[in-house]
């Protein structure tokens, strides 16, 4: 399976002549490395300017979020429509957005799906906070978030969904899941939960991303791991050479491992 990196999170960072800069420096490396996917996500308002840089090339363009209306009296919404003109997927469910602004498993169902009907690929963001992990409920809330978050959605719909597992109190905190623990969670929490919806074919073949302080330095150990398909890639997205040598150590792991088989 090719390996799923996004530049993922720019947040509310990069004007929208900072955003072009930044992909401008990624694109060359990036196209020199075949064996994985990428994508990024600027803010709205530099998506079209991001989406002409990319035209012709392997890197996707996606939206930090999406309203799950077509139209209407929303001031401040995206509809999937007006997403889809420029953009290749969209992520949704981001532990920011549940936080700051209120969404729910429920919201999260509801973009997805609409998300899906427009025609993007679409990045479901699952995961728990400090005080759940201590606590021991990991598993009740990732198992909760999927459930809720995949409803209604078929094995063919499945093809076109990237789960990101993030754990909360990993984000912006310098502190990353151990690659052994984030594995754990992809393996035997999370890909047991595709399997029983969608069936084990389209569960092994679906993409499993890790989101949380990953960095150069942890990349190779946490993409070695079995069950982690890519990363969905914060604070160290908003610099050209961070973010492609976590992908070029994600490519060579690939690398190493196809010649040790062989």
Same mark, same amino acid.
């Given at each position: 399976?090719? %390996?799923? /990196? ?53 890197? %996707?363009?996606?939206? #930090? ?11 401040? =919404? ?13 992520? $949704? ?5 549940? #936080?700051?602004?209120?969404? !729910? ?8 799906? =609409? ?30 978030? +999927? ?8 094995? !063919?719909? @499945? ?22 623990? @984030?594995?754990? $969670? ?9 399997? %029983?919806? /969608?069936? #084990?074919?389209? @569960? ?10 990953? %960095? ?15 990363? +969905? ?6 610099? =050209? ?22």
């Amino acid at each position: 399976m090719r %390996k799923f /990196f996004v530049a993922g999170n720019w947040k509310m960072n990069k004007t929208i002549a900072e955003s072009r800069a930044l992909v401008q420096a990624l694109l060359p490396d990036l196209e020199a490395i075949d064996n994985v996917d990428t994508a990024v996500c600027p803010s709205y308002l530099a998506v079209p300017a991001v989406a002409e840089l990319c035209l012709g090339a392997e890197l %996707k363009v996606g939206a #930090q979020n999406v309203h799950w209306e077509e139209s209407g009296a929303f001031t401040g =919404a995206v509809s999937p429509q007006m997403v889809s003109e420029v953009c290749d997927l969209v992520i $949704v469910g981001h532990s920011e957005r549940r #936080q700051l602004f209120g969404e !729910t498993d429920e919201t999260v169902n509801k973009r997805l799906k =609409a998300g899906l009907a427009a025609g993007l690929e679409v990045i479901v963001c699952i995961g728990e906070t400090l005080e759940e992990n201590e606590a021991g409920q990991t598993e009740a809330v990732v198992t909760r978030q +999927l459930g809720e978050g995949l409803a209604g959605i078929s094995e !063919t719909q @499945a093809a076109s969904i990237t789960i990101a597992y993030e754990p909360v109190w990993a984000i912006g905190t310098g502190r990353a899941a151990t690659p052994e623990d @984030a594995n754990h $969670v992809h393996k035997d929490v999370i890909r047991p939960l595709l399997k %029983k919806q /969608f069936g #084990q074919s389209r @569960a092994e073949a679906m993409r499993i991303q890790y989101g949380g302080s990953i %960095k150069p330095d942890n990349a190779a150990e946490l993409f070695a791991m079995s069950d982690i398909d890519g990363g +969905l890639v914060g604070g160290a997205s908003l610099k =050209a050479d961070s973010f492609v040598a976590i992908v070029k150590a994600a490519s060579m792991v690939d690398i190493i491992k196809k010649e040790s088989e062989a």
